[in-house]
């Protein structure tokens, strides 16, 4: 089993900032990415930035406000949120990319959280 555990939302004013972190366990496995997704009301879910293979990637709309890291030690991954809007709220969803053994087999599959709420106060 791998569960992905997410922490770090809330209410905040436009203009402020959240960190929002989420961590990985569960059985043996290996991380191939990580990122972060977000799903406002009526609408659907959108990329918002991922991590892997050496590089990140992010959505035009939060380039040079969000930043994505990890801690691969720790299995986990952080989004620190800058300069929030008010159209950055939404549910926030960790997704982990995972290599992993079920019995004989290799497993490769995207994994995701239970999702937090962020909300901008404007």
């Known amino acids: 089993q791998v569960q992905l555990v997410e922490s770090g939302g809330g209410l905040v004013q436009a203009g402020g900032s959240l960190r929002l972190s989420c961590v990985v366990s569960?059985?043996?496995?290996?991380?191939?990415?990580m990122g972060w997704y977000r799903q406002a009301r009526g609408k659907q879910r959108e990329l918002v930035a991922v991590?892997?293979?050496?590089?990140?990637n992010y959505a035009t709309s939060v380039k040079g406000r969000f930043t994505i890291s990890r801690d691969n030690a720790k299995n986990a991954v952080y989004l620190q949120m800058n300069s929030l809007k008010s159209e950055d709220t939404a549910v926030y969803y960790c997704?982990?990319?995972?290599?992993?053994?079920?019995?004989?087999?290799?497993?490769?599959?995207?994994?995701w959280g239970q999702g937090t709420q962020v909300t901008v106060s404007s």
């Open positions: 997704n982990a990319d995972l290599t992993r053994r079920a019995g004989s087999s290799i497993v490769r599959a995207e994994y």
């Open positions: 569960g059985s043996t496995f290996s991380i191939n990415a």
């Open positions: 991590s892997g293979s050496g590089s990140t």
